[in-house]
């Protein structure tokens, strides 16, 4: 497999990896007596659970267990390397039956109830409750397992733990071959702990270390043995604490059981309080909020310059500029910190010199950042890397809205640099030839071809389907540039900054126009994909158009055809808009971006068409995506799923290596519910502003909590139906007001 990108962003790279990934049997990496029942059900078995919290995550599999094998990506990560490779519980040799299972709705821990499968000595199966219980802290996992007899009599057994660590990079895991890997050291057995270790070929030591309490009768290597005797409602727990450690990351401290549990609740605690809820009497969407909450609290990572939303699990567990950024706007009304934990984070990986290995650029802000040993290796592009052309005038676009939003100006100033920096970018490097537009094109060999949002090698192409070539100027990026120029002027303005005010509303007024003049085409009723390196436009409907419309690039008139275009048939799925129509040449409704729904894309769109008065777009938009919403599991969006058209009474069609969760598409649902009030927080003003305001029909109710506004939080509730609605504050609201137009 050739070294280019392994985002995971190509449906022909997605198709070489999942060739790779056949089922294989469990019970060839984790063999046990009875072979032919527990292969049984582990096939039946199939679903996975999945934890985070900051850079670590555990993937196992229904029963909690985590088997090996090749292309196996269950196991236990930190900063994108594989701490243990196989975890697998046994009782008397044998796989227990599982019961059920289930991650706490807050994402804080994972419950699995078990059973023992087989009679034993003077006891049956089925009396054995084996609950297992699973939560991260940091760069801690801790498993308690907890033992219960409902037996008539005495029952002796034996509960065994096995594992290993392979330390393979999650590039491995995801297909790409090595020609040489790092050593393998010696396990260290102590009498109640094991050290499993791998010196890097990036020189870097990395460690996991085992505790486990009681101390088990045998500990090896490889597995950790209890002889059990339990009496009639007898009670017994084993614990097991796994840490892991880099030597170039000394601050993976030892945390104890019970104080971890504390700061896990206290973390949660602050989430919600500073963060605005949302409930209504449709308990549908009530638990799609409360999922979509609980998701991005856990997607979200409290770094050394605030929070940062990592983009997705298992293939993104990182910073990404572009990810983060949109996550933080759609989310902007209701939790402001997350944006100012962005933009920090970002001002502070700003680019500020020119590395073509890493298409960097002074003033680029960041693409994507990987801690691996392959990427400090550069065995791939993304130890560091700025391939994103969008990420900087989003960068410029996000701190003007998170300054409307707060009033911090102070903040303000202090990010000018970076922002001026960024806005610097887009003149010189964006706009390399001097045309107006924001190109792009790679300087790396093996970084991203393409650099917008649809970055899969095939994602930009012309209406005989011929790929694009040249420096590309695709058309939602004009749009976050237009946006970025406005808000740049807004904030050189309150700054004092009026020369720089003066040439940013110019710039912003000569693309606007430029823009509609080049990329409108009026035989498709909307604006075309991109502009290849010779100007030559791409007549193909895309959804990329609909984010023209979030930047407010589009002209009314042409915004509301856009918007009627969209819904049509042949770009409507009757689930979403796809990404592009079934007109198209490339049309495949099971491609990544050539056919496939987004959600955060429908969430953008959704708000641009609401920026235009085009509320029964929105209502549709709003209602479609909800209806999706029922048929995911525990209500949560996927990163994408299929183009494939509605039929009654089918489920969507799930994209088989989706992101799930996927910070993006779980904070769209905010992004939508502002695009159905017209909502706008104004922080400078302290007011709240409805525009336009209407109910889906499946909501006749919406309550507003803990809206934070400056120093206070207002709350307030919606009811009606359709755009025939009342607002009503239900607490003081403290010298603030809400506006109704």
């Known amino acids: 497999m050739k070294n280019r990108s392994l985002e995971m962003r190509g449906d022909d790279m997605r198709a070489e990896i999942d060739e790779r990934k056949q089922p294989a049997s469990p019970e060839g990496c984790c063999p046990a007596p009875d072979s032919s029942s527990e292969l049984s059900l582990e096939v039946a078995n199939t679903s996975r659970h999945l934890l985070k919290h900051k850079d670590a995550f555990f993937l196992c599999n229904a029963r909690g267990d985590v088997f090996p094998n090749e292309t196996n990506e269950e196991g236990y990560y930190f900063d994108g390397t594989r701490f243990l490779s196989k975890l ?10 599982r019961l059920g299972s289930h991650v706490r709705d807050k994402n804080d821990a994972l419950i699995v109830t078990l059973t023992n499968p087989h009679d034993g000595p003077g006891f049956h199966a089925n009396v054995i409750r084996i609950d297992r219980h699973v939560f991260l802290l940091e760069s801690h996992c801790y498993i308690t397992v907890n033992l219960e007899n409902y037996g008539i009599s005495q029952a002796d057994f034996s509960i065994s733990i ?6 393979a990079d999650i590039y491995e895991i995801r297909g790409m071959s090595r020609a040489r890997r790092g050593v393998l050291e010696i396990p260290r057995v102590a009498v109640d702990s094991v050290e499993l270790g791998y010196q890097g070929l990036d020189k870097e030591q990395r460690t996991t270390r085992m505790e486990f309490s009681p101390t088990p009768k045998v500990l090896t290597a490889s597995y950790a043995t209890y002889p059990v005797s339990l009496n009639r409602g007898e009670k017994q727990q084993l614990v097991l604490t796994v840490r892991c450690e880099r030597t170039r990351r000394p601050d993976t401290e030892k945390i104890a059981f019970e104080v971890a549990k504390e700061r896990i609740s206290a973390q949660q605690e602050r989430h919600r309080c500073s963060s605005a809820l949302v409930r209504s009497s449709n308990g549908q969407f009530t638990e799609w909020f409360e999922r979509s909450f609980a998701d991005l609290n856990m997607m979200t990572s409290d770094l050394p310059t605030g929070p940062y ?9 990182t910073p990404f500029g572009r990810d983060g950024i949109v996550t933080a706007l759609e989310c902007l009304w209701m939790k402001p910190e997350l944006a100012r934990g962005v933009l920090a984070y970002l001002a502070e990986t700003q680019a500020t010199e020119v590395i073509p290995e890493e298409d960097a650029e002074p003033g680029k802000i960041l693409h994507e950042i990987r801690p691996g040993e392959m990427a400090t290796l550069k065995e791939m592009p993304f130890g560091r890397y700025y391939g994103s052309v969008d990420a900087t005038p989003l960068f410029v676009l996000l701190a003007g809205a998170y300054y409307e939003r707060t009033g911090d100006i102070n903040f303000m100033r202090s990010l000018w640099p970076s922002i001026h920096a960024a806005l610097a970018w887009m003149e010189k490097y964006g706009d390399s030839d001097g045309d107006g537009f924001i190109e792009y094109k790679r300087q790396s060999p093996n970084g991203l071809i393409h650099q917008g949002w649809k970055d899969s090698d095939d994602a930009i192409f012309h209406a005989d389907g011929s790929p694009a070539q040249g420096a590309l100027a695709v058309c939602e990026v004009q749009g976050y540039a237009y946006g970025a120029l406005r808000a740049g002027a807004i904030l050189a303005e309150h700054l004092g900054h009026f020369s720089d005010c003066e040439i940013l509303t110019g710039r912003a007024e000569t693309l606007y126009q430029q823009f509609n003049e080049s990329f409108w085409c009026e035989e498709l009723n909307t604006y075309g994909l991109a ?9 193909v409907k895309s959804s990329n158009a609909g984010q023209c419309l979030f930047s407010g690039i589009a002209t009314p008139d042409r915004a509301r055809r856009v918007a009627d275009t969209l819904l049509a048939p042949d770009s409507y799925s009757g689930w979403g808009v796809r990404t592009i129509a079934s007109t198209s040449a490339r049309f495949n409704p099971m491609s990544y971006h050539n056919g496939s729904v987004w959600p955060h894309d429908n969430g953008l769109i959704a708000f641009g068409m609401a920026r235009y008065g085009l509320t029964q777009h929105v209502s ?3 209602e479609d995506i909800f209806a999706s919403v029922t048929y995911f599991d525990r209500y949560r969006l996927p990163e994408l799923f299929c183009g494939f058209e509605r039929e009654a009474g089918v489920a969507p069609a799930l994209y088989p290596v989706a992101c799930a969760p996927q910070s993006w598409s779980a904070a769209s649902i905010f992004l939508l519910i502002q695009a159905c009030l017209g909502l706008k927080v104004d922080g400078i003003s302290k007011q709240i502003t409805l525009t336009h305001p209407m109910l889906p029909a499946s909501l006749v109710d919406l309550q507003i909590e803990n809206l934070i506004l400056g120093t206070t939080s207002v709350s307030f509730e919606i009811r ?22």
């Open 88 to 97: 697998c519980l046994r009782i008397d040799g044998a796989l227990p039956t």
């Open 162 to 167: 096995d594992f290993s660590a392979d330390y």
């Open 309 to 317: 939303p990592y983009a997705g699990i298992p293939w993104f567990n």
């Open 531 to 539: 502009l290849d390196g010779n100007k030559r436009v791409c007549r």
């Open 620 to 622: 549709r938009l709003f």
């Open 720 to 741: 009606g139906h359709g755009s025939d609605v009342h607002v009503r504050p239900t607490a003081d609201l403290k010298g603030c007001s809400i506006l109704r137009y």
